[in-house]
Nanobody
Framework: QVQLIESGGGLVQPGGSLTLSCAAS????????MAWFRQAPGKEREFVAT????????RLADSVKGRFAISGDNTKNTVYLQMNSLKSEDTAVYFC??????????????????WGQGTQVTVSS
């Protein structure tokens, strides 16, 4: 069974940067996609970014375009989320997810069947 392990969260000042990593073990999503979602206290889980392995295509939420980037290393079954110009509203638990979404469900959390445990990102001065 595939497991996803996230790392890289922490406390950062507004305007700072962090890079999250998510490694898949016990398998891969080579024919699917790996994504990042986040959930702030009292809010629903929201889509952040996704990457299709076969095509390399990526998609980002409008709220993070121009600040975040998703990339991957298929030799390591690992996807990364580079976060720049962080804002207080980026504070959340960030979850990595893997699955086989179709184009219309790329941003839907229900399309991803395997989830990591989450890593806390706190943006505060």
């Amino acid at each position: 069974q595939v497991q996803l392990i996230e790392s890289g969260g922490g406390l950062v000042q507004p305007g700072g940067s962090l890079t999250l990593s998510c490694a898949a073990s016990g398998g891969s999503f080579r024919n699917g996609a790996m994504a990042w979602f986040r959930q702030a206290p009292g809010k629903e889980r929201e889509f952040v970014a996704t990457k299709r392995w076969a095509t390399g295509a990526t998609r980002l939420a409008d709220s993070v375009k121009g600040r975040f980037a998703i990339s991957g290393d298929n030799t390591k079954n690992t996807v990364y989320l580079q976060m720049n110009s962080l804002k207080s509203e980026d504070t959340a638990v960030y979850f990595c997810a893997g699955g086989y979404p179709i184009t219309s469900t790329l941003t839907s959390h229900s399309a991803y069947r395997v989830w990591g445990q989450g890593t806390q990102v706190t943006v505060s001065s």
